[in-house]
């Protein structure tokens, strides 16, 4: 990535000697100061397919099993609403400090992020050798880490299979838990994201109660985690709900 817009910016040094590029602008700012070659839209193409393609995905289908797994745990589901109720004073201004504040909304969507990480693997090309205990992981090949399975790690998370959102309250940051990934390349969009289910979800639960069905167990493993069939979550507005 880094690479692409390094050369995106000599392009644009190479067309226009008189454009003052300054390192630190952004794609817009160049844009906006003269129009792009084929080879520039292209590349500016890339980036967008990757933010869109890592952003939307992703953080759908967290949010479609955060649905769930509140449809399917109603004692939970009113727990979180009372959260939201007793410690949010204005809903219809919310601001990032007040995220903090729902340390049960927090639980429950890293426990739905364990359990349905919507990006169940990464991969990394290993360009020097190294040893992990006594295996050598040897240079040029492609080493892929199923995260799906790292968050399953019952020494980590006991009775791994089970559905327990307060596990979260002891676990401390490590790196059995990544559903953002690790390291340098971790998700740049994971602020975000976790910012928006929050919001998202605040608001749902303050007008809806969420129903789900239990779903089959099925997942379709193509880059992203989804379930096979889809599944079904009813709304219903908490002021006309009839028991
Ligand atoms: C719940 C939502 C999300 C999840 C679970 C998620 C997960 C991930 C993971 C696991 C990676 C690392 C891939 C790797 O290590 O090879 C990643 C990278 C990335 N994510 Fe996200 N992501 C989410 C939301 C977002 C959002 C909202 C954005 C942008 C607005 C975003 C932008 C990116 C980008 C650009 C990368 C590549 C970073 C790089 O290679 O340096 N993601 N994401």
Request: aromatic share 8%; net charge neutral.
């Amino acid at each position: 990535m880094n690479k692409n817009v390094d050369d995106f910016i000599q392009d644009i040094d190479k067309m226009d000697t008189n454009l003052q590029i300054d390192k630190y602008m952004d794609t817009n700012q160049i844009l906006l100061r003269r129009s792009p070659s084929k080879s520039m839209i292209k590349i500016i193409t890339n980036e967008i397919d990757t933010f869109l393609f890592a952003g939307h995905d992703t953080t759908a289908l967290a949010i479609n099993w955060i649905l769930y797994r509140l449809g399917t745990n109603l004692n939970k589901q009113i727990e979180i609403r009372d959260e939201i109720k007793t410690k949010l004073q204005n809903l219809e201004s919310i601001e990032i400090k007040d995220l903090d504040q729902l340390p049960l909304l927090d639980q429950f969507i890293r426990e739905c992020l364990r359990l349905h990480p919507p990006v169940p693997l990464i991969g990394r090309e290993i360009t020097e050798e190294f040893y992990i205990k006594e295996y050598t992981i040897p240079k040029g090949i492609m080493l892929y880490i199923l995260i799906d399975e790292v968050q399953m790690n019952p020494e980590q998370f006991p009775q791994p299979m089970k559905f327990i959102p307060e596990r979260f309250q002891s676990i401390s940051s490590n790196q059995s838990y990544m559903p953002f990934s690790a390291g340098p390349r971790n998700c740049i969009g994971k602020r975000f994201a976790s910012s928006l289910i929050k919001i998202l979800l605040i608001k749902l639960l303050n007008k809806f109660r969420i129903d789900s069905n239990l779903y089959d167990g099925e997942t379709s493993y193509n880059i992203v985690l989804k379930p096979k069939h889809k599944l079904k979550i009813k709304l219903t507005q908490l002021s006309i709900e009839k028991d």
